[in-house]
């Protein structure tokens, strides 16, 4: 689930977790959003949009949830975005940032079921 603290709303609640190499090669090509709601890849602050066949909303999120930038309504076959110090990018359906009204600076909250990591850093117990 990618919840967000700041304006107290769901992003998604059933997201993927890219943290296997060729899940991270591929992401969202081939792919649409009716398996699960969201896409995260940690340890990722650059994405490009070649060979999608959709439009997505683009966080990019550090590793206290913070969001750096957002992105919404990012075309296909965009060359690259980027976010220096960015720890996660987030891929969200398409009017997701509109309707949750997600900003910069605004704190998120990253749930890995499978890997245990939950962001912001600071509720880490």
Known sequence: MIWNNSRNCMLCENEFWA????SRMRGLIGHDFSRFDGM??????????????????VLFVDQHGVVL??????????SCLMERGAWATVELPVGTIKK?????????????VEKGAILPAAERK
Request: overall charge positive; charged content about 25%.
């Open 19 to 22: 943290t296997r190499l060729f």
């Open 40 to 57: 995260v890849f940690p340890d990722c602050s650059a994405i490009h949009t070649w060979f999608m066949g959709m439009e997505i909303d």
């Open 100 to 112: 949750t009204q997600t900003a910069k600076g605004d704190i998120l909250r990253l749930e890995n």
């Open 69 to 78: 930038g957002a992105y919404p309504r990012v075309r296909r076959w965009k």
